[in-house]
């Protein structure tokens, strides 16, 4: 089983749209939680920490759940620009080192 | 601006040559750099982690003498991938993660995509 486990899409939607994407983890000692977004050949850039109590900036909702060790990303009223890889982030257990899903793609179309 | 700094970006070499590639923290000093390696639609996988004055980490599987590390300063790392041949080709990124209280963050280099013939 991966470490990190994500959808690779892609997910097709249309400006404005509403998108959810969702990523389990198998380590359940892992602390830290990450969704990165990636454009092509390019580097992962930060898009936000995930918090068990769950958290937003802007358009974007993260949410945790430890027992379930399940993680998901809300994207509200889609961009174009949105159009990227979300990469599901968890920290290796006891390590500052970062276990990344394969991402899962999403194309805004307008 | 860009807190990670990776060079070259793009590299191309022939099989058998040596290939170096530098990873510096530009603003923050990073005791410790990780090394990264993703192929084409797959994710980011940790090769080792680099740790500034003493040897590197490796991950299993892989070789520590074709990839060698060494973190001479706390600003930085340099990979130099040993011998290459066309099954190295990939793009390799770097990482240093900045500590702020209970907060970490991990930045990344640019990227180097090196390409083996």
């Known amino acids: 089983r991966k470490e990190v486990e994500q959808d690779p899409g892609p997910f097709n939607v249309p400006e404005g749209a509403t998108v959810a994407f969702n990523c389990t983890y198998s380590n359940s000692a892992s602390q830290s939680f990450f969704w990165y977004r990636q454009d092509c050949r390019k580097e992962p850039k930060l898009l936000m920490s995930?918090?068990?109590s769950g958290n937003e900036d802007g358009r974007f909702t993260a949410q945790l759940n430890r027992a379930s060790q399940y993680i998901s990303l809300l994207i509200r009223d889609s961009k174009l620009s949105d159009s990227a890889t979300y990469l599901c982030v968890v920290n290796k257990a006891g390590r500052r080192a970062l276990t990344f899903g394969s991402g899962t793609r999403l194309q805004v179309q307008p | 601006g860009a807190v990670v700094s990776q060079h070259p970006s793009r590299v191309i070499c022939k099989s058998g040559t040596s290939v170096k590639i530098e990873c510096r923290s530009l603003?923050?000093?990073?005791?410790?750099m990780f090394w990264y390696r993703q192929f084409p639609k797959q994710s980011l996988m940790l090769m080792a982690t680099s740790n500034e004055g003493s040897k590197a980490t490796y991950e299993q599987g892989v070789e520590k003498d074709k990839f060698l590390i060494n973190h001479a300063s706390l600003t930085l790392s340099t990979l130099t991938v040993t011998s290459a041949h066309p099954e190295d080709s990939s793009f390799y990124i770097c990482?240093?993660?900045?500590?702020?209280?209970?907060?970490?963050?991990?930045?990344f280099g640019q990227g180097t995509r090196l390409t083996v013939v």
């Open positions: 603003d923050f000093q990073a005791t410790t």
């Open positions: 990482s240093a993660v900045r500590d702020r209280g209970p907060d970490t963050e991990a930045f």
């Open positions: 995930v918090y068990s």
